[in-house]
């Protein structure tokens, strides 16, 4: 059995990254950073294995946060309790891991799989991807047996005619400033080619 240091560099076709001292109690008030590469073309797929941190809805106090890419990168998402995420895909060969404890309640902490995949052949990813189909839906994560998580960033890419909502719920404000979903034009994330942002209930046409 490996022992896991705090954080690391990692690189390969395939490997595991631990909580320091898995599969004992986690150390408090630490931050331990993981960049994980894999070859270049390939996409990075991250598979949690076991995960046991603090409990919170919000994940406040710990939590893990995966990135895309190793700087500045787009969150993927942020996971606390023992309910493990799916498939977790990166958009490049680099994928960064970062978990944060407080003062308090600790657990097991976690241990995940790498590995290296052909970009876009993952359909079990957590969120977002690209979907190519001429028809076909897609549904934020955990739809439709409990609330979509905290602190999630999903895109997708869609290349097909036209589209539209089937079902709709997520955080109503006048001005969408909180929960939203944004659509664009073409493939790009650009406020000059964004459609629209929606919230609430009612479905966009």
């Known amino acids: 059995r490996p022992t896991f240091a705090c954080g690391g560099v990692v690189s390969g076709e395939s490997g595991f990254i631990g909580s320091e ?20 073309g390939k996409v990075v797929v991250l598979s949690f294995r076991y995960l046991d941190l603090e409990s919170d809805n919000l994940c406040r106090y710990d939590f893990v946060d995966i990135y895309n890419g ?33 003062a ?22 957590y969120c977002g991807g690209r979907l190519e189909k001429p028809s ?14 905290a602190g999630v960033t999903c895109s997708w890419h ?24 944004a659509v664009f034009n073409g493939g790009e994330i650009n406020d000059a080619k964004r459609i629209g942002k929606y919230c609430g209930d009612s479905p966009p046409a």
Request: hydrophobic content about 30%.
């Open 21 to 40: 001292g898995f599969p004992g109690v986690y150390p408090p008030n630490s931050k331990c950073t993981w960049k994980i590469t894999v070859p270049e």
């Open 70 to 102: 190793h700087a500045n990168g787009q969150r993927i998402g942020r996971f606390c309790g023992t309910v493990k995420p799916g498939a977790l895909v990166s958009n490049s060969n680099k994928m960064l891991v970062q978990m944060t404890s407080d």
């Open 104 to 125: 308090n309640t600790a657990g097991s902490g976690f241990i995940a799989k790498f590995s290296a995949a052909e970009p876009h052949e993952r359909g079990d990813q």
């Open 136 to 149: 076909g839906s897609f549904q934020t994560p955990n739809w439709p047996e409990r609330d979509y998580p």
């Open 158 to 181: 869609i290349v097909a005619p036209k589209n539209q909502f089937e079902k709709f719920d997520v955080e109503r404000d006048n001005y969408c400033r909180y929960d939203y979903v």
